[in-house]
C-alpha cells in the first residue's frame, strides 16, 4: 500500500469527510450522527490518509491541541497508517506551536496511555453512551504507537 497524508480544508473535502466519517462512526460504531459532527469541524485542522486516490483514514486536531475524529476504513486499519496519520499530527500540531496533545480516551483503553505518559485531564464522563476521560501528554513525548480510533 502506497499510504500518503495530506492536509485538507473542511470547506473543501467535507463530503468525503463526512462520508468516511458516516462509514466508520455511524454505521460501524453506531455514534448518533448529531455527536459525530460538531462545530469543531470548520476550525480544525483536517488529516486524511489517501491509498490508491482512495480517502481511507482521516482526523482532525483542533487549536487547543485535541485530536479527534480518527476515521479509518477497517481494512486499512494498521500500524503503519495509525503510526502515519498520528505523527503526521503531530508534525502540525509543532507548526502550529501546541505544546500539548490531548484527546477522550475510552476507559477500557486508558491503562496503555497511562503506560506511555499521558496523563489524566478532568473526570470521567460519557459520550455516545462510552466512558471516556481526556487525557493528555507535553508533545515533546507525544507517542502515536498506542493509537487506534479516536471519536
Known amino acids: 500500500m ?4 495530506q492536509n485538507v480544508l473542511w470547506r ?8 468516511l466519517r458516516e462509514k ?11 455527536i459525530e459532527f460538531d462545530n469543531e469541524d470548520s476550525e480544525a485542522f483536517h488529516i486524511v490518509v489517501v491509498d490508491n486516490d482512495q480517502i481511507v483514514a482521516s482526523g482532525r486536531l483542533n487549536k487547543r491541541g485535541v485530536i479527534s475524529r480518527v476515521a ?12 502515519l496519520l498520528f505523527s503526521h499530527i503531530a508534525l502540525i500540531a509543532k507548526q502550529h506551536d501546541i505544546n500539548e496533545l490531548s484527546f477522550n480516551c475510552n476507559l477500557n483503553e486508558k ?5 506511555k505518559g499521558y496523563h489524566e485531564r ?9 466512558a471516556r476521560q481526556r487525557l493528555s ?11 487506534t480510533l479516536v471519536h
Open 24 to 34: 466508520v462512526f455511524v454505521c460501524e460504531y453506531h455514534i448518533p450522527k448529531k
Open 2 to 5: 502506497g499510504y500518503v497524508v
Open 122 to 130: 478532568g473526570a470521567v464522563f460519557m459520550e455516545a453512551g462510552i
Open 12 to 19: 473543501e473535502k467535507r463530503h468525503d469527510l463526512k462520508q
Open 137 to 147: 501528554c507535553p508533545i515533546s513525548s507525544f507517542d502515536p504507537e498506542p493509537f
Open 72 to 83: 479509518v476504513l477497517s481494512r486499512h486499519r494498521n500500524t503503519e497508517l495509525y503510526a
Open 111 to 115: 491503562g496503555k496511555f497511562i503506560d
